[in-house]
């Protein structure tokens, strides 16, 4: 580490909201605007905490690393700290910061839509900046697509929730549901990703008859593949010039997906496992000239459905307990 990072760590360390904020007013100088701009869902008569109050509270919550709603109404309502989010927002300060309970029915309430309108122009603003124009491959931003659970558990949340069946037939059967999102993040840099898109993994009741006899690989790669079609169409409206190298593993190394990109005008480098496509695999192998280069062979122009796809081969070696041992992507 240099002495100039080293300073500028030492700074962080002495006051890290005091940096976040010049920071924030630096790239997102319009975020709490945003937030105040969102469409609110309450009675209007009701109200005590505007929209920017509430998405303030929780965007401070989120710098401050506070895990629970619980933690944050506590902490950020002591005499001392009150004042400050206020301050940073740059609004009048009132006696208490919205309770947990007043933040969360206002979620319950508000559109994800809202939400993803002021992220989008956000991460608008950072890629217009230029500042993170060095993070490109040739002069194209890599976008990671892959799905994250938000919830497990025996109670149904909703209509709209994923099922794990155990023991499925016998009398000791038990239902797992679960809640997944779809998301899509801009590299930025080596510790930098930024979500710029996310779409909910959900099955209607026609998708659960469907899939009843269906693996559960199958029946993830389905819903992702289903909820990628949905979110790749969010990101091409909101980034409709935006040159992008799509990322993803294995789940989408499939012709609808290519075919979404090579439309949408992207590029894709997928994980690619041995029986996704056993016809390009078979084309790799029967190849005896391959291309090499370091760690890595490959072989350009493989024909799948009649559109060329390349394929790589790239691996590792290291020394564990005095032997080597070699691992393949």
């Not at 319009?30 to 469409?39: C, G, M, N, S």
């Not at 009843?212 to 949905?230: I, L, V, Y």
Request: glycine fraction near 6%; hydrophobic fraction near 30%.
């Amino acid at each position: 580490m240099s002495r100039k990072q080293e300073r500028i760590r030492r700074k962080l360390e002495s006051n890290p909201v005091a940096e976040c904020n010049k920071i924030r007013n630096k790239y997102c100088p319009d975020l709490f605007r945003d937030f105040a701009d969102t469409k609110d869902p309450r009675n209007q008569s009701y109200t005590e905490y505007s929209n920017d109050e509430l998405l303030g509270t929780m965007f401070y919550k989120g710098i401050a690393g506070i895990k629970s709603m619980q933690s944050m109404t506590y902490e950020f309502n002591r005499e001392r700290v009150v004042e400050n989010p206020y301050q940073f927002m740059g609004r009048k300060g009132k006696e208490y910061l919205p309770h947990a309970v007043t933040v969360n029915e206002y979620f319950e309430r508000l559109s994800p839509d809202e939400l993803q309108k002021v992220q989008q122009k956000q991460v608008c603003g950072l890629i217009r900046s230029k500042a993170f124009y060095d993070t490109r491959f040739q002069k194209k931003w890599l976008v990671i697509v892959d799905g994250t659970q938000t919830y497990s558990g025996r109670r149904k949340l909703n209509d709209g929730c994923l099922e794990r069946h155990y023991n499925k037939g016998t009398e000791e059967e038990t239902v797992n549901y679960h809640c997944d999102v779809l998301e899509a993040k801009i590299v930025l840099g080596e510790s930098l990703i930024v979500s710029i898109a996310s779409e909910f993994i959900e099955n209607n009741g026609e998708d659960a008859e469907r899939q009843k006899h269906m693996s559960e690989e199958k029946r993830k790669q389905d819903c992702e593949t289903k909820a990628f079609k949905r979110l790749a169409g969010k990101i091409k409206k909101a980034y409709p010039r935006l040159p992008i190298i799509l990322l993803a593993d294995s789940l989408y190394a499939s012709e609808p997906v290519m075919d979404i990109c090579r439309d949408n005008g992207w590029k894709f480098i997928i994980r690619y496992k041995t029986g996704s496509i056993p016809s390009i695999t078979e084309e790799y192998e029967n190849i005896p000239e391959k291309e090499t280069s370091g760690h890595a062979e490959y072989v350009n122009g493989i024909d799948y459905n009649g559109k060329l796809v390349n394929m790589l081969r790239f691996w590792e070696e290291k020394i564990v307990n005095g032997e080597a041992v070699r691992t393949e992507f």
